[in-house]
């Protein structure tokens, strides 16, 4: 896991609840074992004075710890901070640096699919059937990032 304070930590999972469980109305346990294996990309406010508070966030996972593929999940945005740019920065970001860790490797999302246009601008294209995870429609999807 990156290095993170235990404040900006607190930043971090107060961000992905906000989203995946109070907004989405989502009940379920968002901190997972797999947070102790990922690479954890935080998108920060830059106020001054005031400890910065996390803006977007994703986690990249290596192959092997969920998928036999490097995986990117948990991508979001604070709600003033949509349609912006911030998730496409952080996709970017991610996507780099499984190219840079991982040349060659596949990728694979579980996503939600109203989002499929957003993930398929990165080559992403959808695998096997539509399911439902926790009452919202997904896609798993998978990219050679070439």
């Known amino acids: 896991m990156n290095s993170f304070s235990v404040v900006d930590w607190h930043h971090v999972i ?12 989502c009940p379920y346990l968002d901190a997972d074992v797999l947070d102790l294996e990922s690479w954890h990309l935080v998108a920060w406010s830059v106020d ?12 990249v996972i290596d192959p092997g710890a969920k998928y036999a593929e490097a995986s990117i999940g948990r991508l ?9 740019g911030l998730g496409r920065a952080l996709m970017s970001s991610a996507i780099g640096r499984i190219e840079a860790l991982f040349p060659g490797q596949l ?4 996503a939600q699919e109203h989002l ?8 992403f294209r959808q695998v ?5 995870e926790d009452g ?7 990219s050679d990032l070439s």
């Open 128 to 132: 096997g059937d539509g399911y439902d």
């Open 76 to 84: 979001l945005t604070q709600i003033d901070y949509r349609n912006k």
């Open 48 to 59: 001054k004075g005031v400890h910065p508070q996390a803006l977007g966030y994703l986690r």
């Open 14 to 25: 107060s961000l992905r609840q906000a989203v995946f469980v109070v907004e989405q109305d």
């Open 116 to 123: 499929r246009k957003f993930y398929e601008h990165y080559g």
């Open 107 to 110: 990728v694979r999302i579980s």
């Open 136 to 142: 919202i429609p997904h896609i798993e999807m998978i």
